[in-house]
């Protein structure tokens, strides 16, 4: 299990689960983040695949699955189709590829605009919002909140000290780099379906009740793709991977027992 998500450490609850189902996750800092060099090139999503493609054979990783969360799905995909031998990859709460976000709440619908049509202004407004967050406690809190708005679910799950320690953490990253956030949501809100192997099995783990990015197109691609499967968790949102790490682990367990290597 490689995950390009945004905050390398993940959360301790998560790597636990998957240690219980003797899994691995190998969480690299992404290019521009923690430390790691800087975006090399126009192209952030090559300078990742050549990075996380590097690491996986300088760890001699025998046909790895590769997952990533939110906008690391599409990552992982591209990485499967540059590592013929990848054995699946795992999209948790990416959310099919898009052509279209008419039917997407108006708050949801501004920024995925934005980040096509506008990059530097979005970019400008997520500076405005990390001086608020970077200005103290009151204002990593608004921001936590404001990221969760109109979800009761995540709401009342950021009242759990644990998981608002994650989504903080996670902020406190992501901030590192405001352009980055932009080119991540322009690449997830775009139709990256060539990104999808067209061999290698794709597995979906979707939360069931996430704000904006519904399980129906989702379950529309897996009828339309034979390799493409998909499932959701009740009673998950965005905060999934936070959340719910336990069924999560299942979920990769299961496909990775599903598509083992032959002894």
């Not at 336990?246 to 496909?255: F, G, P």
């Amino acid at each position: 299990y490689i995950t390009t998500s945004s905050a390398p450490e993940e959360t301790a609850a998560f790597r636990a689960a998957m240690e219980r189902r003797g899994l691995d996750v190998i969480a690299p800092s992404r290019p521009g983040f923690g430390g790691a060099d800087p975006v090399r090139t126009k192209s952030w999503v090559d300078d990742c695949i050549r990075d996380y493609t590097a690491l996986s054979r300088a760890l001699n990783l025998d046909r790895p699955v590769l997952a990533g969360n939110r906008e690391g799905g599409v990552l992982a995909a591209a990485m499967a189709e540059t590592l013929p031998a990848a054995r699946a990859v795992i999209l948790c709460n990416t959310g099919a590829p898009m052509s279209s976000f008419d039917d997407f709440p108006d708050n949801a619908r501004r920024s995925f605009e934005a980040a096509l049509k506008a990059p530097r202004a979005l970019t400008f407004g997520y500076r405005v919002a990390k001086q608020l967050f970077r200005s103290g406690p009151w204002g990593e809190k608004r921001i936590c909140q404001f990221f969760v708005e109109g979800c009761k679910l995540d709401e009342t799950a950021i009242l759990r000290g644990d998981v608002y320690e994650a989504l903080r953490r996670n902020m406190y990253f992501c901030f590192e780099d405001c352009a980055q956030i932009v080119r991540d949501i322009a690449l997830w809100v775009t139709d990256w379906s060539a990104r999808l192997p067209a061999k290698t099995p794709a597995h979906f783990v979707h939360a069931a009740r996430h704000p904006f990015l519904a399980q129906a197109p989702i379950d529309a691609l897996a009828a339309r793709r034979e390799n493409v499967t998909s499932t959701s968790i009740d009673n998950a949102a965005q905060l999934l991977l936070y959340t719910h790490p336990h069924a999560l682990a299942d979920e990769i367990s299961s496909v990775c027992g599903r598509n083992r290597a032959p002894d």
